[in-house]
């Protein structure tokens, strides 16, 4: 619901930013709030962590 209302109240200023650009920020905030509803999201934060972590200990891929 308040995420909702920050796009409906982002849309409605004229910021000067294209209609392209409104509308892939616009499903980019849509993709983000649907991944973080479902387990995915969880699932991607969890990968990114461990993923850092390798990284930081100096390991190889």
Known sequence: M???KAAAAFL???SGATRTE???LTAMAVIFAVLAMTD???Q???FF???KSHMADGKPL
Do not use: A, I, N
Request: glycine letters at 22%.
């Open 2 to 4: 308040l995420l909702m």
């Open 12 to 14: 409605s200023t004229d």
């Open 22 to 24: 409104v509308g892939l």
């Open 40 to 42: 995915f999201g969880g």
């Open 44 to 46: 991607l934060g969890h």
């Open 49 to 51: 962590v461990s993923f």
